[in-house]
């Protein structure tokens, strides 16, 4: 289904977000240097309550996820997913309003160049439930059609994100993805980096249930039916 979502302008993400957890240049530097940076606190506690409660509300009858085995990497994930949203969702909000927050941020002519895929536009949209004890994901790159840069947030529940060198784990970083955060990938286009700079990672240490909610740009031809938002 596609819905008609209000011009980017035209939302106020105050309320929502935290705009000085976002240090612009910081964000820049790490990403350039290893490809993911996490953020703390962007989300305000009263808007992540509500995203956690919409959260309950879309899962509430939803088994609980199986064990899946992804080819051709044989990527393994425990999770369960949304990725549809009308316009008057909190989700659709935050998606919005954090798309503006990082264009107010780097201003007009600045983001052109930081963004160099195409003109910053999340289209693509996934609403996460990890089980407690799930497996999380095992070490992987996100796909090549996804440009510019990978935004996930964690909206509430216990489980870490970790960076990687390699499709083995090889190395391990744990970011700090506590309820409110989000972490940044860098993804192709960014400051044109190309497919081979997407960074490895992973998610594990699900010790209560976790909502996790990611956006994404997908190249304009790529995007699935029913994704792609109105200007």
């Known amino acids: 289904m596609v819905v008609e979502l209000p011009p980017t302008d035209?939302?106020?993400?105050?309320?929502?977000?935290?705009?000085?957890?976002?240090?612009?240049?910081?964000?820049?530097?790490?990403?350039?240097?290893?490809?993911?940076?996490?953020?703390?606190?962007?989300?305000?506690?009263?808007?992540?309550?509500?995203?956690?409660?919409?959260?309950?509300?879309?899962?509430?009858?939803?088994?609980?996820?199986?064990?899946?085995?992804?080819?051709?990497?044989?990527?393994?994930?425990?999770?369960?997913?949304?990725?549809?949203f009308d316009r008057d969702s909190n989700f659709t909000q935050l998606r919005i309003g954090f798309q503006k927050l990082l264009l107010d941020k780097l201003g007009a002519t600045r983001a052109a160049s930081t963004?160099?895929?195409?003109?910053?536009?999340?289209?693509?949209?996934?609403?996460m439930q990890?089980?407690?004890?799930?497996?999380?994901?095992?070490?992987?790159?996100?796909?090549?059609?996804?440009?510019?840069?990978?935004?996930?947030?964690?909206?509430?529940?216990?489980?870490?994100?970790?960076?990687?060198?390699?499709?083995?784990g090889t190395n391990p970083k744990r970011y700090n993805t506590y309820p409110g955060a989000v972490i940044l990938m860098r993804a192709p286009g960014f400051e044109h980096s190309k497919a081979k700079d997407r960074p490895f990672h992973y998610v594990a240490d699900i010790e209560s249930l976790r909502y996790s909610y990611a956006v994404r740009q997908v190249r304009a031809d790529r995007v699935p039916p029913g994704q792609q938002p109105q200007p």
């Open 10 to 84: 035209a939302v106020d993400y105050s309320e929502m977000l935290n705009a000085d957890a976002l240090d612009i240049e910081e964000m820049l530097k790490q990403l350039r240097e290893t490809g993911l940076c996490a953020v703390e606190g962007i989300i305000k506690e009263p808007f992540r309550k509500k995203l956690c409660g919409e959260a309950d509300e879309h899962f509430s009858t939803v088994p609980q996820a199986e064990i899946e085995v992804i080819p051709p990497f044989d990527v393994k994930q425990q999770f369960n997913a949304k990725s549809v």
């Open 130 to 168: 990890y089980p407690e004890g799930s497996c999380g994901i095992s070490p992987h790159r996100d796909h090549a059609e996804n440009i510019n840069v990978v935004c996930v947030f964690t909206i509430g529940g216990r489980g870490f994100v970790y960076g990687c060198d390699d499709r083995a």
């Open 115 to 127: 963004f160099t895929g195409e003109t910053l536009n999340f289209n693509y949209f996934e609403l």
